[in-house]
T-cell receptor, first 113, second 111 residues
């Protein structure tokens, strides 16, 4: 299995608080992604990165920011969490070509109360 | 209309059965197609890519029908361990760089 670690695995927080989720990879892959998964929806792309300090928005980026200061780490921040951001968040990586086959982390279950 | 649509199921089949899922996509210029498998409360994992000529991997066969804009997944001789949600994934063309995931089809294989 690809070396991808997400932390924390579970988090409960209150509306209005900032939250940061971390994704760490040991594969030295160039591309990293953050997705959210909600019932009845496919995985939806929040942000992605194509290199250190190179990031771009996905289809559901409002309310989220990301940073990638090292190849191995990709951080997702909810500046002020809302209940609509309760979801399962998956980090993914791909090796060479953007959108090539993805390898996913184990996910973070985030609950915003 | 969703860009990628799947029957959510569940498909309940006995062990040994053959089962097929379809997935339709709306963008006729879509270029790449995949099936991912997701076990309950786990991360998605790539099952197989779908090529224009169709492809087979053991008990699994994937087909692409561009004219009708759908891909299919056929599972023969179903095993209990095949119980999972199967996600259809499509890559649009035109440099719009993101995968589009279907919401998934749930398969339950029973003894």
């Amino acid at each position: 299995d690809a070396g991808i670690t997400q932390s924390p695995r579970h988090k409960v927080t209150e509306t209005g608080t900032p939250v940061t989720l971390r994704c760490h990879q040991t594969e030295n892959h160039r591309y990293m992604y953050w997705y959210r998964q909600d019932p009845g929806h496919g995985l939806r792309l929040i942000h992605y990165s194509y290199g250190v300090k190179d990031t771009d928005k996905g289809e559901v980026s409002d309310g989220y920011s990301v940073s990638r200061s090292k190849t191995e780490d990709f951080l997702l921040t909810l500046e002020s969490a809302t209940s609509s951001q309760t979801s399962v968040y998956f980090c993914a990586i791909s090796e060479e070509t953007l959108n090539e086959k993805l390898f996913f982390g184990s996910g973070t279950q985030l609950s915003v109360l | 209309r969703k860009e990628v649509e799947q029957d959510p199921g569940p498909f309940n089949v006995p062990e040994g059965a053959t089962v097929a899922f379809n997935c339709t996509y709306s963008n006729s210029a879509s270029q790449s197609f995949f099936w991912y498998r997701q076990d309950c409360r786990k991360e998605p994992k790539l099952l197989m890519s779908v090529y224009s000529s169709g492809n087979e991997d053991g008990r699994f066969t994937a087909q692409l029908n561009r004219a009708s804009q759908y891909i299919s997944l056929l599972i023969r001789d179903s095993k209990l361990s095949d119980s999972a949600t199967y996600l259809c994934v499509v890559t649009p063309s035109g440099g719009y760089n993101k995968l589009i995931f279907g919401a998934g089809t749930r398969l339950a294989v029973h003894p």
